[in-house]
């Protein structure tokens, strides 16, 4: 493999150093443009040797008189300089510039040559005309080499094994998620029907049964009167047993029950009471921990399909490098103008028909170059605004680096929050998280942990850090919700369960999904409007098989979402606190989000003396067109 690239590049040296010799063949009235305007483009491109050298000089002393060739070496030689200085100085030189040094360079050299003799207007004109020749020529032949040699590296045989080894990869992996998806999917299925009981819980009368069961076969087989007992039909032995297992079973008191002496005629009745409770006791113990067992499954069943959801996402965008060859090249080169190298360049486009670039990149002449370059570079040549991703480095180094840039959003969004804790307290039961993610959404999750001070807090943190995990490892909302919700249900002994507010904001469209789990209302102030988002369910953790089904709305340019706690609407001892705080949001003039929350916070505190019963959190998301 290296023996090809080594023969690979030695035929480029003789293509470029054959070029170098037929630009000396070009000669217009004694000039020769081409040859200067050659050798810029070929120290842009780092295609200076000696077979280029060997070439050149060739083609100059077979083809130039003597005169000639030595001005246009002296003009070889500062151009070089020039460009190479121009590199150092600026770490980048496009196809412009180095055609302005290479023109200016011949047209300097000509006019300083007259100079030495005597002036001829014509000649003059025709040296000032050579330099813009040089000039224009750089400009094509730059733009005309780099193109090709771009075109070629991804039409080139080793190119295209790479594309065809790439698209097996991706077929290959996207078969072994595939597979992996269905045998998750499969083992869900499983664990849902484990987690369905077999039978509905017992009833009163199958438990005194069981009872019965158990309790005559231990104490009155192993009593030395069971024959007498149970053969004198006329006592009713078995009914008073089953009188006394149901008080059992009704869970009435051992001490109400030895009184009530079901059965006077057994000397074993106290130690057969106290066996009844002890093995009801098991026996609820038993199903408890079959519930449980069967919860958990069920949690298990959840997580697996939210699993399987997430693996079949996966892969949902696809590869446009086969068809995109040009773009490819373009790209390669607007990167170059700018001082920088891109290598295994690949554009995708997902299901919304949204495109991202990556590629790794490097600094072509050394030193540091801001990421923004490579961006510009990216937008001038796919004519779309751009952004990059969030974990991308800033500066660009020697050293390949991977950066991906997506297609920009249309809209941003702000957020700003006010906050008050209640008086008793010293730390806040609400917790709140703000994040937006590489697909251009814009995330707001508000929690309201059950009561108030550190306790409250740590469970509405665990909320807010679990949405954010989820949603940060490619969770769709709702999946995340459920996860967020199983993982709840399993920690959720001590019955403390906290409210979830998530506002998923599309920043390509502006449309707004709002899903609420035991939260208060919510407003979205458009215009001088404000409407008022309610929703009525249990909190997080309090019912595994809840399901909350988002509010779909679309925002625009300048509108509001204001989300808050429970703790803001209880206390405004109005009749209808919706309203009033719809009232509210509505009469505050401001476009400001962290004055709007701080606006409704403080005329809140109105209505409640300045004290505050509960913790109270006034979130407040705005979007804006760029």
Request: aromatic share 8%; with cysteine.
């Amino acid at each position: 493999m290296v023996e090809k690239q080594d023969w690979s590049r030695l035929a480029q040296n003789a293509l470029y150093a054959l070029l170098g010799g037929l630009c000396s063949l070009a000669g217009v009235m004694g000039y020769y443009p081409l040859v200067p305007a050659f050798y810029a483009v070929c120290c842009l491109q780092q295609k200076k040797n000696l077979l280029l050298y060997t070439g050149i000089f060739a083609g100059m002393g077979f083809c130039m008189p003597l005169a000639g060739a030595v001005k246009y070496l002296f003009v070889l030689l500062v151009v070089g300089v020039g460009i190479r200085f121009y590199l150092w100085a600026n770490r980048r030189c496009s196809g412009w510039a180095a055609g302005m040094i290479a023109g200016l360079t011949a047209a300097a050299m000509n006019c300083s040559g007259m100079a030495l003799t005597r002036m001829d207007r014509n000649e003059l004109i025709l040296g000032l005309c050579e330099g813009v020749l040089v000039f224009g020529a750089t400009v094509i032949l730059y733009y005309v080499l780099q193109m090709a040699s771009e075109l070629g590296k991804s039409m080139s045989p080793a190119g295209q094994r790479t594309e065809a080894l790439t698209e097996a990869e991706e077929r290959y992996d996207r078969g072994r998620i595939d597979a992996f998806a269905e045998a998750v999917d499969g083992l869900s299925v499983a664990f849902a029907q484990m987690s369905r009981p077999k039978n509905d819980r017992m009833s009163g009368r199958e438990s005194v049964a069981a009872l019965e069961q158990e309790i005559t076969g231990k104490l009155c087989a192993s009593c030395d009167g069971c024959a007498i007992c149970w053969e004198q039909e006329e006592n009713g032995l078995p009914e008073k047993i089953r009188r006394m297992l149901a008080a059992v079973v009704a869970h009435s008191p051992k001490e109400e029950i030895l009184v009530k002496n079901y059965m006077e005629e057994c000397p074993r009745y106290s130690g057969m009471v106290e066996e009844a409770i002890w093995a009801f006791s098991r026996m609820e113990l038993n199903e408890a921990w079959y519930r449980r067992l069967q919860e958990n499954r069920m949690v298990i069943a959840e997580q697996l399909d939210a699993m399987s959801d997430l693996l079949q996402d996966w892969g949902q965008r696809r590869c446009l490098d086969a068809r995109s060859k040009v773009l490819l090249a373009r790209i390669g080169f607007e990167a170059g103008e700018r001082g920088l190298v891109a290598s295994r360049i690949h554009i995708y486009e997902d299901e919304h028909q949204r495109r991202s670039v990556a590629a790794y990149v490097a600094s072509k002449w050394g030193g540091g170059i801001p990421t923004r370059n490579y961006v510009q570079a990216l937008e001038r040549a796919t004519g779309m605004s751009l952004r990059l991703g969030k974990d991308a480095r800033s500066i660009l180094t020697r050293e390949p680096t991977p950066v991906t840039v997506y297609e920009d959003t249309k809209f941003y969004a702000l957020s700003g929050a006010a906050g008050q804790k209640k008086d008793t307290e010293t730390v806040s039961g609400d917790n709140f998280s703000l994040f937006t993610l590489e697909d251009g959404t814009y995330h707001v999750c508000l929690s309201d942990g059950m009561g108030s001070g550190p306790a409250a807090g740590k469970e509405s943190d665990l909320v807010v850090d679990l949405m954010e995990k989820f949603m940060e490892a490619g969770f769709r909302q709702e999946t995340a919700i459920r996860m967020m919700n199983s993982a709840m249900v399993m920690q959720g002994d001590d019955n403390s369960f906290s409210t979830l507010d998530f506002a998923a904001l599309d920043l390509y469209t502006g449309e707004l999904a709002l899903t609420k789990i035991g939260a208060a209302a919510s407003f979205i102030r458009s215009g001088g409007e404000t409407d008022c988002i309610r929703s009525a369910s249990l909190p997080a953790g309090a019912d595994m098989a809840q399901e909350a089904e988002p509010e779909k709305r679309y925002m625009r340019d300048g509108d509001f979402l204001v989300m808050v706690t429970d703790g803001v609407l209880e206390y405004l001892h109005v009749k209808n606190p919706e309203e009033k705080l719809a009232e509210i949001i509505s009469d505050i003039h401001t476009d400001n989000a962290g004055v709007l929350a701080r606006t409704i916070l403080e005329r809140v505190l109105l209505f409640t003396g300045g004290h505050a019963m509960d913790d109270m959190t006034v979130l407040v998301t705005g979007i804006w067109e760029k």
